[in-house]
């Protein structure tokens, strides 16, 4: 039975047979390149995962909630009055979801109606590959088929930064809802997040396999170390504008920035807009190797962003940063970095297909000798964005 037969085996169970009752999937995603450049109105490259949370809902006839999660079953059935709902950062599985909701109606969208619902996840929570902004994106999509709120893919991505920052605490930037809303086929995405332009690139690899690798550590700090990233990005933006019409650090080139940059007065801060205007120009030149067929001009540069991350953004962790150097030393690894938010999850690597197997034992051994901690990993689908499929 697949996912989403058992989750509907158990809204059955739970919430009765009767009625228009309907399934739905919104994926995880891991970004290839463009890392914390999304709120610095920079370019990202992420793709949607196979993994994610199935969702099993029915419209009610009043404006209540009756959730029930068999991923976390200690919280029981959550039950709520959509008119109720107010900002908090306790960040519990439901809360991502009650966030989208009190989001779209801060919009203006409407929610006549609430909707029983049981959801499940198959992909690892805390590890950076976007378990909340799938969660988010389960509630969007079911406002959006089920409850016939008129809204399109992309508002519902928005929706979901936006309940994340005002609604959870979190000023992430779009990257996550955005992948986990639009995601194509065996495609990434190449995104301009100052515009939302976007681009569907094909992801063919003939020979080789995208890895990702859990550290298995999410280090406590990072929720406040990512707000305080975003603050020095800010600043650094702040001190440029006094001497250059830009909007985002994203309208920076390289030249531009080596020019101006010593206007930025503290150092931290220098460093922090270096890494969002060189990752930013990286991410512009891997798509461009990419669709060219140089793989391993585009590893090099997955290689450069996980020492920009490392040294000038400082968001790496002693664990992400064995991931990463272990593999750049193993033959058949093209590229290596880690990915999402940072402190912790996982890294992304592209493996050439024979060397998958060799890549899992050496990471596992050393990764193991050098922590005492488990390595997790999963080969990554390119999958299609939130939907219906039951
Ligand atoms: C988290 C945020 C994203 C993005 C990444 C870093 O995943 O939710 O918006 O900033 O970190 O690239």
């Given amino acids: ?188 995405i190449f995104l301009d997040t100052a515009t939302l332009k976007y681009d569907y690139v094909p992801l063919n690899l003939a020979h080789e396999k995208i890895v990702i690798t859990n550290s298995n550590v999410k280090h406590s700090l990072a929720g406040s170390a990512y707000n305080d990233r975003r603050r020095d990005s800010e600043n650094a933006l702040e001190e440029l504008q006094t001497v250059i019409d830009i909007k985002t650090l994203g309208d920076l080139d390289e030249k531009t920035f080596e020019d101006k940059k010593g206007v930025i007065t503290d150092p931290v801060c220098r460093k922090r807009a270096r890494h969002a205007v060189y990752e930013n120009l990286r991410t512009i030149a891997a798509v461009d190797y990419l669709k060219n067929g140089d793989l391993k001009a585009f590893g090099k540069l997955m290689h450069d962003s996980h020492v920009s991350l490392r040294d000038d953004y400082e968001v790496s962790c002693k664990e992400l940063d064995i991931l990463s150097e272990e593999a750049w030393k193993i033959p058949g690894v093209i590229g290596s970095r880690m990915t999402g938010g940072g402190f912790g999850g996982c890294t992304v690597s592209i493996v050439e297909n024979d060397a998958v197997e060799e890549f899992k034992k050496k990471i596992s051994a050393v990764y193991g000798e050098k922590t005492g901690l488990k390595a997790d990993f999963y080969i990554a689908d390119a999958s299609d964005g939130a939907g219906r499929i039951l």
Avoid at 13 to 19: D, L, M, N
Avoid at 86 to 93: F, I, Q, S
Avoid at 136 to 141: K, L, P, Q, R, Y
Avoid at 151 to 176: F, H, L, P, T
């Fill in 1 to 188: 039975m697949g996912m989403i037969e058992k989750v509907m085996e158990e809204f059955r169970t739970r919430f009765g047979s009767e009625g228009d009752i309907r399934g739905y999937f919104a994926p995880g995603r891991v970004n290839l390149i463009g890392e914390h450049t999304d709120y610095n109105g920079g370019h990202v490259f992420p793709c949607a995962l196979d993994m994610g949370h199935y969702a099993v809902a029915r419209k009610r006839n009043d404006r209540k909630i009756r959730w029930f999660c068999t991923t976390f079953p200690d919280s029981g059935v959550q039950e709520a009055d959509i008119g109720d709902l107010a900002p908090n950062d306790n960040g519990l599985w439901y809360d991502y979801q009650q966030g989208v909701l009190w989001a779209f109606e801060q919009n203006g969208y409407q929610i006549p109606y609430g909707y029983d619902m049981v959801m499940a996840g198959d992909m690892p929570a805390g590890a950076g590959l976007s378990a909340s902004a799938s969660i988010e994106m389960i509630a969007a999509i079911i406002l959006k088929d089920l409850i016939e709120v008129p809204i399109s893919q992309v508002d519902c991505a928005r929706m979901g930064q936006y309940s994340e920052n005002k609604y959870n605490g979190m000023n992430c930037g779009i990257m996550d809802q955005f992948a986990s809303a639009m995601g194509k086929k065996d495609c990434a």
